[in-house]
Each structure stands twice: as C-alpha cells, then as structure tokens.
Nanobody, 113 residues
C-alpha cells in the first residue's frame, strides 16, 4: 500500500557526509520495522541499519559509529545520516519495511577522491 522513494545520494569525498531520505506516500506510524539496505554490483544486498517503531535501532558492524538511522512518523519519512564515509560505502542504497515490499529504484552513493 505505502510506496517508498529514496533520495539524497550523490558524490562525496572520503570523510564526507550525506543524509539519505526515504519518503513514504502514506503513514508509517503503524510500520514496526523499517530499514536501509545497500547493494554493489556483483554482491548481495546487505542490511545497513534497521529502526523500530519505538525508536530503537540496530546497525551493521561496518557502519557502527558512523551512520545514524532515524524516522519521523509525522513526516512519513525515514533518514540515514552517513558520516565519515569511506570508498567501500559506495553502493545503491534502498529503504524498505519488514516484511519487505517491492524494492524501489534506490539512490546512488559514491565516495571517491
């Protein structure tokens, strides 16, 4: 029912920051679990971070201390603040719910000097 659209990607230098947004077409108030995922060509999609309706979150080890996931139910939007970006963070980033819905287009993040 709810459609999700990612935005905010771009080209940044190592050590830089980006904030990704996941805008929903409807209310996310009742969605218990939402998350960010990323995929590099030739590799499986991997989970980056998840956030629960109560505000608690879990992170993949490779982003702990650098990324922060958040959700604003009033704005029907989920965010991923990415700091201290590394070249290996380069990927297409997707947002989704749990259970998974249709995967969208994602947003490209490229970290390069």
């Amino acid at each position: 029912q709810v459609q999700l659209v990612e935005s905010g990607g771009g080209l940044v230098q190592p050590g830089g920051s980006l904030r990704l947004s996941c805008a929903a077409s409807g209310s996310i108030f009742s969605i218990k679990t939402m998350g960010w995922y990323r995929q590099v060509p030739g590799k499986q999609r991997e989970s980056v971070a998840v956030i629960f309706s109560g505000g608690n979150s879990n992170y993949a080890n490779f982003v702990k201390g650098r990324f922060t996931i958040a959700r604003d139910n009033a704005k029907n939007t989920m965010y991923l603040q990415m700091n201290s970006l590394k070249p290996e963070d380069t990927a297409v980033y997707y947002c989704n719910t749990l259970p998974w819905r249709r995967w969208g287009q994602g947003t490209q993040v490229t970290v390069s000097s």
